[in-house]
C-alpha cells in the first residue's frame, strides 16, 4: 500500500498502530504535540488483566482475552526491533477479598471469571497466604489468577517508539492536532497551528483529549478520568504476584515491578484534565496497600503521579472506521489500554488495509455514539 496515514497520538495506542503499519510497507507519520509516551500510557500501572470488571464490560473480556494472548508475541517483536527489555512478567494474580461477604464475593467473582471461560483458581486464606506470605491475615478468601501477567509500561512506550521509528515511521514531535482536513465525505489529512498535513487516511489515537480535536467529539466522545498512584521500596515485602483487594469491587492494587519498586494504584475521580495528586486520593491508595500488605507501613515512598485515563460514554474503546471516508478512530481505552495495545494494533492495520478483522468491531464501533445521539 503507497498511502499515506497519520495516526495523531503517540501513546502505546498510537505508536503500536503506527509501527505495526509500517511494517506492512505503509507510508506512516505519528503526530504529538509533546514528547511521546508521556501520559496515560506513561502513568498506568501496567496489569495485563483480562477479567470482568463490572457489568456492560462484558465486550471488553474477548477482546482483552485476544490482547494478552498476542502479548508475547508482541513483546518478542518489540524489544528485538528496539533492543529493549519492557518487563514483561507472568508472574500471575492474586485476588483478596476481605470482610464478612468475602466468600461470597469470592463466589460472585468465579461465577463471572467462568461465564467467560477465563481461568481461575479458589484459595483459602491459608492457601492464599502460602502464595504471598506477607498477605494480611484479615483477607478472607482469594482466587488464583495463573495467567495473568505484567509489563513496566513505561518501558514499553520507550521500545514501541524506538521499534516505531527503526519500522520506518516518521515522527512528528511538538505538533498539537487541531482539526481535520474535510472534502465532502473524506479526510484529506490534518490541520495543526495553521498548517496542513495531507494524507490518505488518518487514525486519532489521542487518548482522552481525543475529543478536544475538532470535528472528532462525535466519533470519540472521550473524557479524561484520574487515577493517582504510588511507588514504594517494598523490599522483603515485595509479593511475588500482582495482588488486588476486594471489598464489594475492586479496592486496590499491588504491581511488582522487576527494578525492586512496587506500584500501588489508584483512584477513579472525574477531575477534568487536572492531574494532581491530592491527600485524599494518595491515602485511599496507601490504606488499601496496607491493607493487603501490613509490612507496607514502612515501606519508602518513592515516587507519587497521576494520569488521565481515556473514558467514554459506555466505558468501552473506540475502534474502526467512520462515516467519513479515511478517518478511523483508536482510542477510549479507559482502564485496560496497555493490555489492549497489541491487538488494537491488529485491528487498525486490519481495517485500514481492508482485511478480515479478527474480531468484530461492531461493539467497539465509533458510529455508535451518532447512533444513540439520533435515537434519542
Ligand atoms: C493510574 C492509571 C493506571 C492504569 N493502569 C492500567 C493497567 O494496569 N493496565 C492497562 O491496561 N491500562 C491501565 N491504564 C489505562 C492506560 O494507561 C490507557 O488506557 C492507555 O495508556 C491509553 O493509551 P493511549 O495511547 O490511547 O493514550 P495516551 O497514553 O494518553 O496517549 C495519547 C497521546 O496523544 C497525544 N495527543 C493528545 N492530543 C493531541 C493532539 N491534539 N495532537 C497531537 N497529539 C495529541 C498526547 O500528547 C499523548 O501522547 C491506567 C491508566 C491510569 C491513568
Known amino acids: 500500500m503507497s498511502a499515506n496515514v497519520i495516526v495523531v497520538g503517540a501513546g502505546v495506542v498510537g505508536c503500536g498502530v503506527a509501527g505495526e503499519l509500517a511494517r506492512q510497507g505503509v507510508k506512516v507519520q505519528l503526530l504529538d504535540r509533546q514528547k511521546p509516551v508521556e501520559e496515560a ?9 483480562p477479567s470482568p470488571e463490572g457489568p456492560g464490560m462484558e465486550p471488553l473480556v474477548p477482546l482483552g482475552r485476544a490482547s494478552l494472548a498476542l502479548y508475547p508475541g508482541f513483546v518478542e517483536e518489540v524489544e528485538s526491533a528496539s533492543g529493549l527489555r519492557v518487563g514483561f512478567r507472568r508472574q500471575g494474580a492474586l ?3 476481605f470482610g464478612a461477604r468475602a466468600d461470597h464475593e469470592q463466589g460472585e467473582f468465579l461465577a463471572a471469571l467462568a461465564r467467560f471461560e477465563l481461568a481461575g483458581e479458589p484459595l483459602t486464606a491459608e492457601e492464599a497466604r502460602r502464595r504471598e506470605p506477607h498477605l494480611s491475615k484479615e483477607a478472607g478468601a482469594a482466587v488464583w489468577l495463573a495467567e495473568e501477567a505484567s509489563i513496566d509500561n513505561r518501558a514499553l512506550g520507550r521500545a514501541l517508539v524506538l521499534a516505531a521509528s527503526r519500522a520506518g515511521v516518521r515522527m512528528q514531535i511538538g505538533v498539537a492536532v487541531q482539526g481535520l482536513i474535510l472534502e465532502g465525505n473524506r ?22 483529549y481525543s475529543a478536544g480535536i475538532e470535528q472528532v467529539a462525535r466519533y470519540a466522545p472521550t473524557r479524561p478520568m484520574r487515577g493517582q498512584m504510588v511507588a514504594m521500596e517494598a523490599g522483603s515485602a515485595m509479593p511475588a504476584s500482582v495482588l488486588r483487594s476486594m471489598r464489594e469491587h475492586l479496592v486496590g492494587y499491588l504491581v511488582p515491578r522487576g527494578d525492586g519498586r512496587l506500584l500501588a ?9 487536572d492531574k494532581s495528586q491530592t491527600p485524599g486520593g494518595l ?15 514502612n515501606a ?16 468501552l474503546p473506540i475502534l474502526g472506521p467512520t462515516d467519513i471516508g479515511g478517518l478511523s478512530i483508536a ?5 485496560d489500554g496497555i493490555l489492549l495495545a497489541p491487538i488494537t494494533a491488529r485491528l487498525a492495520r486490519q481495517w485500514i488495509l481492508g482485511q478480515k478483522t479478527d474480531l468484530p468491531l461492531d461493539p467497539f464501533s465509533p ?6 445521539a439520533t435515537a434519542r
Open 187 to 208: 479526510c484529506r489529512g490534518v490541520v495543526t497551528g495553521g498548517a496542513k498535513i495531507p494524507a490518505d487516511h488518518v487514525v486519532i489515537a489521542a487518548g482522552c
Open 367 to 372: 458510529m455508535r455514539f451518532l447512533k444513540s
Open 283 to 297: 491515602r485511599r491508595i496507601l490504606d488499601a496497600a496496607v491493607e493487603m500488605i501490613p509490612a507496607l507501613e
Open 331 to 335: 482510542t477510549g481505552h479507559f482502564r
Open 300 to 315: 519508602r515512598v518513592l515516587e507519587t503521579w497521576s494520569g488521565l485515563r481515556p473514558d467514554t460514554p459506555d466505558h
Open 265 to 273: 494504584g489508584s483512584t477513579m475521580e472525574d477531575a477534568g484534565f
Open 41 to 49: 500510557s506513561w502513568a498506568a500501572a501496567g496489569m495485563l488483566s
Open 95 to 97: 485476588v483478596a477479598f
